[in-house]
Structures are given as structure tokens and as C-alpha cells.
């Protein structure tokens, strides 16, 4: 069998991650390939088509700008030529069962003056600590841990020397978010909101780190929509990747990564297309690796990870007619959380009062018409069965949340359901968990595993992969395994 061309590396995998990866060591004057099995670049990123419009239907915001700014210059280039970036005053709408409503806004000011409108000056200071408190733990863990490999906590505390380790024993790991949350408000609806957060890594508030409250920072730096929606932001890296000299082949998926018994020679594509390669960079779940998926010859490359699973979701894209409550770009219309995250996670199964969180991506550009683009998302068990049966169930919840907070949905026209079942076939390895493992208990994130593998030229990237999900990790994570990368291979061939 021939090789149909080498490269100094094959991406293998268009998901953020791998795009982050891919464009960086192009930008940097290597000759890299870039190999997906879907025919659009995006991966999680993912658009919902009707009527002729395509409507987000995974992350719908970018936040932690600098990230991607980084990524952009590593290719002589800047973020703001390539994408059109509107910065998002009103962050979420926030209602509850019965009609109590709350919206937090970017200005800590305008969130500071409607929390004390909803609950009281009492609870102004608690929200004003919490916040200083959420900064903290970025500020200390960001350089340190989420721009670094994780290679154990041992060498962290290396890296940040004698000063940094009374920060570091301050990142308030031993304790869960909830307990963590009880410090700063007495409201249980405010409590309720900001233990949200743990969802964005597919976690409960319950079992998941206190650390993790740092994402409430992450906002306050600043959120910002993409026109076009998010994958505009895809196709923009996949552009720049191919304009430095990147080779996109997109529809190709792969059969197996080749070893010569030290390190991985080449990728295999399944039309039996040899690519050598002098490292390949894996954007997928590592269980595919350690499995034996992708070749008995780098199985033992990752080890096998027995960590409980992030959850799935199930979604709806539709356009609708929104009766009752005003809707925001990002409305959260609360359920219960202890018997949501009790379903999730302990009996596996769909929470019968779910909370339900909705993107009407024309709200905030335009004034929306009376028929608009409409996602909803509830939370759902990784590796749940799929049938007609299941999406009736979780519809009707979902139905019966959102009506219990005023709003009424008429979907006119064809609706676009996803289930853990189809999420499970789109990311295989995956079992439909969108964040990769779940982040439950106080040294998770050190398990999480490494960008390096036991194969000295084989690089993980991804959700499943330090430092976690989230368009921004995995880009941190693409960014980082680019420059080990460039700096193994040394100075770019002319």
C-alpha cells in the first residue's frame, strides 16, 4: 500500500480542538492534514438546518477572547478580520416555577442592581464576594494548570514554586460547588443558578469540585456571539488553516494510526489512504485508543479511564411562536435540581422536572417575528437507549418545565430532536457524554487525561483531555499540543 503523501502532522479529528491544533502548526510553517469523518469541520459545534437558515445547536457563545485571539496570531493573523464578534450585554434570563425572573448581564453593576431588586440588598455583598471569590480561583489556576499539561499535582506545585502554593491551597478543590455556593447566598434560587455552572462541564453540583465555580470568571471576563452563528467561527479556522497550506480532507474517516513499534508512522484512511506522519495529533474520545479501534499497534498508548461519564443531552431545533414569557438570546427556566442530578447521575435515567435551557439566537440582534429559531436543551444520562418513546417522555417534561415558568412554545413546522443515541454515533468512544468525563470529586481534574500519550509522537487534544471541555479548554489544548509539537520537530523545513 502507498503513501499517498507525508506531513510533518496529521490532525486527525476538526473539532475545535484538532482546528486549534492544525491551524497553529501550519501557522508555524508546518506541512500538516487535517482528517475528519463528517463532511463539515466543527465537530460539537453543529447547526440545525430550516427553512433554509442554520441554527446553532451546540455551544452558541465564545467566551475568554484572548484565547482565540492567540490562536489567530499564531498564523500571522487576527481574530476580528476573520469573524464578526458582538460582545453580549445580557447574559442569561433566568426564570423559576411561578414567575420569579432574573437576568444577569456582563456589567457587575446592572447583575448587582437586579440581584438586589430579586432578593434583596442582603444578598448584593454575598454576590460581590462570590465573584471576587470565582476570580481568585481563575487567576490562580490559569497560567499554572489550564495553559499546562497535566502532568500530576506534584509537578503544579513545581511550576508555581513557594509563593504560588498558598494560592494554590486556596483553589478550594476539597469541598463540592453546592457546599461551596452556601457560603455566598441564602437565597436557594440564586444557589440554584450559579450550581448551573457545573453543567458546563457535564457535572453535577453536588459531586463536582468547588473549583469549578471559577467559570462564574470566565463570564464576567466577557461573552461574545459570532455572526453567522458558531460555526462561522469553525469554518474561519479551517479557512486560515487551508490559506497557510493545510490540507482539510473532510469525509474520510479513519481505519487505523500505524506504528513502526516506537511511534506512530502514518494514518490509515478507510479508502485504504496512507498518510505519513512525523505526529499525529488524536481529536476524539482516548477510549478509541486504549480500546483498540484505531490499531492494536498504539493501543497501549492511552490507558483505559473508569471514570463515571459527563451526561448527554436531549435537544430540540425548531421554529416556534414564544407565548408567556419574554424570552432573552439565553433564557434557563429551572426545574429541580436535586432530582435532576439525581436522575442523571445515580438512578440514569431522565429527570422528570428538568431544567431547561433555550438559545433564540435572533434575540438581541434584530427584532425577533412572531415565528423565531428556538433551541432547547435538557440534560440527559450518557449512554441512555434512544426510541420514540424516550423523546415523547423528555419533550413532555421539557413542555411541562417551561410552562410551569409562563412560557408557551408552538413549534410550526418540522422540529430537529437529538438524543443520547445520536450523539453516542456522531463522537464514537463517547457513549453521547458531551464533556468527557464527569468532574466529580476533589482530584478529577487530575485525572483528567494528558495531551502526551506512553507514543512520544502522539498528542490528544479534545474534551475528554486536559484541560476539559468547552470551546476555550479544548482550544488551550490545541494551542499547547501545537507548540510541543513544533518544538520536537524544531526549525520549519524551508
Given at each position: 500500500m502507498e503513501t499517498a503523501r507525508s506531513f510533518d502532522a496529521v490532525v486527525v479529528g476538526a473539532g475545535l480542538g484538532g482546528l486549534a491544533a492544525a491551524l497553529a502548526l501550519a501557522g508555524d510553517g508546518r506541512r500538516v492534514a487535517l482528517v475528519e469523518a463528517h463532511p463539515e469541520v466543527g465537530?460539537?459545534?453543529?447547526?440545525?438546518?430550516?427553512?433554509?437558515?442554520?441554527?446553532?445547536?451546540?455551544?452558541?457563545?465564545?467566551?475568554?477572547?484572548?484565547?482565540?485571539?492567540?490562536?489567530?496570531?499564531?498564523?500571522?493573523?487576527?481574530?476580528?478580520?476573520?469573524?464578526e464578534l458582538q460582545p453580549l450585554e445580557l447574559l442569561a434570563r433566568h426564570t423559576?416555577?411561578?414567575?420569579?425572573?432574573?437576568?444577569?448581564?456582563?456589567?457587575?453593576?446592572?447583575?448587582?442592581e437586579a440581584i438586589a431588586?430579586?432578593?434583596?440588598?442582603?444578598?448584593?455583598?454575598?454576590?460581590?464576594?462570590?465573584?471576587?471569590?470565582?476570580?481568585?480561583?481563575?487567576?490562580?489556576?490559569?497560567?499554572?494548570f489550564l495553559r499546562h499539561d497535566n502532568d500530576g499535582l506534584a509537578r503544579l506545585m513545581t511550576r508555581v514554586g513557594p509563593r504560588g502554593l498558598v494560592g494554590l491551597a486556596r483553589v478550594d478543590f476539597g469541598r463540592t460547588m453546592w457546599r461551596a455556593l452556601g457560603d455566598f447566598f441564602r437565597d436557594p434560587r440564586l444557589r440554584q443558578l450559579f450550581a448551573r455552572y457545573a453543567t458546563y462541564y457535564g457535572s453535577s453540583p453536588f459531586a463536582a469540585p468547588a473549583t469549578l465555580n471559577l467559570i462564574a470568571a470566565v463570564e464576567q471576563r466577557g461573552v461574545w456571539t459570532v455572526r453567522g452563528g458558531m460555526i462561522a467561527l469553525a469554518r474561519a479556522i479551517a479557512a486560515a488553516f487551508t490559506d497557510a497550506g493545510g490540507v482539510v480532507l473532510t469525509g474520510h474517516r479513519v481505519a487505523a494510526l500505524e506504528s513502526d513499534g516506537h511511534r506512530v508512522s502514518a494514518v490509515r484512511l478507510a479508502d485504504g489512504t496512507r498518510l505519513g506522519a512525523r505526529h499525529v495529533v488524536f481529536n476524539g474520545d482516548p477510549s478509541r485508543i486504549a480500546d483498540g479501534h484505531l490499531g492494536a499497534?498504539?493501543?497501549?498508548?492511552?490507558?483505559?479511564?473508569?471514570?463515571?461519564?459527563?451526561?448527554?443531552?436531549?435537544?430540540?431545533?425548531?421554529?416556534?411562536?414564544?407565548?408567556?414569557?419574554?424570552?432573552?438570546?439565553?433564557?434557563?427556566?429551572?426545574?429541580?435540581?436535586?432530582?435532576?442530578?439525581?436522575?442523571?447521575?445515580?438512578?440514569?435515567e431522565l429527570p422528570r422536572r428538568p431544567t431547561v435551557h433555550l438559545c433564540a439566537p435572533d434575540r438581541g440582534t434584530a427584532r425577533p417575528s412572531d415565528?423565531?429559531?428556538?433551541?432547547?436543551?435538557?440534560?440527559?444520562?450518557?449512554?441512555?437507549?434512544?426510541?420514540?418513546?424516550l423523546q415523547s417522555?423528555?419533550?413532555?417534561?421539557?413542555?411541562?418545565?417551561?410552562?410551569?415558568?409562563?412560557?408557551?412554545?408552538t413549534a410550526l413546522g418540522p422540529?430537529?430532536?437529538?438524543?443520547?443515541?445520536?450523539?453516542?454515533?456522531?463522537?464514537?468512544?463517547?457513549?453521547?457524554?458531551l464533556w468527557g468525563p464527569a468532574t466529580h470529586g476533589s482530584?478529577?481534574?487530575?485525572?483528567?487525561?494528558?495531551?502526551?500519550?506512553?507514543?512520544?509522537?502522539?498528542?490528544?487534544?479534545?474534551g475528554a483531555t486536559h484541560p476539559g471541555a468547552g470551546l476555550p479548554m479544548v482550544t488551550l489544548g490545541g494551542l499547547w499540543a501545537a507548540r510541543q509539537i513544533g518544538a520536537a520537530l524544531g526549525s520549519p523545513r524551508s
Amino acid at each position: 500500500m502507498e503513501t499517498a503523501r507525508s506531513f510533518d502532522a496529521v490532525v486527525v479529528g476538526a473539532g475545535l480542538g484538532g482546528l486549534a491544533a492544525a491551524l497553529a502548526l501550519a501557522g508555524d510553517g508546518r506541512r500538516v492534514a487535517l482528517v475528519e469523518a463528517h463532511p463539515e469541520v466543527g465537530g460539537k459545534i453543529a447547526v440545525a438546518r430550516l427553512a433554509g437558515r442554520e441554527i446553532d445547536c451546540g455551544p452558541s457563545v465564545l467566551s475568554m477572547r484572548p484565547v482565540f485571539e492567540e490562536l489567530f496570531s499564531t498564523a500571522g493573523l487576527r481574530l476580528d478580520e476573520h469573524v464578526e464578534l458582538q460582545p453580549l450585554e445580557l447574559l442569561a434570563r433566568h426564570t423559576w416555577p411561578g414567575g420569579a425572573r432574573l437576568d444577569l448581564f456582563a456589567d457587575e453593576q446592572r447583575s448587582t442592581e437586579a440581584i438586589a431588586a430579586f432578593a434583596g440588598r442582603g444578598a448584593v455583598e454575598g454576590f460581590r464576594r462570590f465573584l471576587r471569590y470565582a476570580a481568585q480561583l481563575l487567576e490562580r489556576l490559569e497560567a499554572p494548570f489550564l495553559r499546562h499539561d497535566n502532568d500530576g499535582l506534584a509537578r503544579l506545585m513545581t511550576r508555581v514554586g513557594p509563593r504560588g502554593l498558598v494560592g494554590l491551597a486556596r483553589v478550594d478543590f476539597g469541598r463540592t460547588m453546592w457546599r461551596a455556593l452556601g457560603d455566598f447566598f441564602r437565597d436557594p434560587r440564586l444557589r440554584q443558578l450559579f450550581a448551573r455552572y457545573a453543567t458546563y462541564y457535564g457535572s453535577s453540583p453536588f459531586a463536582a469540585p468547588a473549583t469549578l465555580n471559577l467559570i462564574a470568571a470566565v463570564e464576567q471576563r466577557g461573552v461574545w456571539t459570532v455572526r453567522g452563528g458558531m460555526i462561522a467561527l469553525a469554518r474561519a479556522i479551517a479557512a486560515a488553516f487551508t490559506d497557510a497550506g493545510g490540507v482539510v480532507l473532510t469525509g474520510h474517516r479513519v481505519a487505523a494510526l500505524e506504528s513502526d513499534g516506537h511511534r506512530v508512522s502514518a494514518v490509515r484512511l478507510a479508502d485504504g489512504t496512507r498518510l505519513g506522519a512525523r505526529h499525529v495529533v488524536f481529536n476524539g474520545d482516548p477510549s478509541r485508543i486504549a480500546d483498540g479501534h484505531l490499531g492494536a499497534a498504539i493501543r497501549g498508548a492511552v490507558q483505559p479511564q473508569h471514570e463515571p461519564a459527563s451526561s448527554s443531552a436531549m435537544t430540540w431545533s425548531m421554529l416556534a411562536r414564544p407565548e408567556g414569557l419574554e424570552l432573552a438570546r439565553h433564557t434557563v427556566c429551572f426545574g429541580d435540581d436535586a432530582e435532576e442530578f439525581d436522575a442523571l447521575f445515580d438512578r440514569r435515567e431522565l429527570p422528570r422536572r428538568p431544567t431547561v435551557h433555550l438559545c433564540a439566537p435572533d434575540r438581541g440582534t434584530a427584532r425577533p417575528s412572531d415565528v423565531e429559531p428556538v433551541f432547547c436543551l435538557v440534560n440527559a444520562p450518557a449512554g441512555l437507549p434512544s426510541d420514540d418513546t424516550l423523546q415523547s417522555v423528555a419533550r413532555a417534561a421539557m413542555e411541562a418545565t417551561l410552562g410551569a415558568c409562563g412560557l408557551r412554545l408552538t413549534a410550526l413546522g418540522p422540529t430537529i430532536a437529538a438524543t443520547p443515541t445520536d450523539f453516542a454515533e456522531r463522537f464514537p468512544g463517547t457513549q453521547g457524554a458531551l464533556w468527557g468525563p464527569a468532574t466529580h470529586g476533589s482530584t478529577a481534574a487530575f485525572r483528567r487525561q494528558s495531551c502526551r500519550t506512553a507514543v512520544p509522537n502522539l498528542w490528544l487534544v479534545g474534551g475528554a483531555t486536559h484541560p476539559g471541555a468547552g470551546l476555550p479548554m479544548v482550544t488551550l489544548g490545541g494551542l499547547w499540543a501545537a507548540r510541543q509539537i513544533g518544538a520536537a520537530l524544531g526549525s520549519p523545513r524551508s
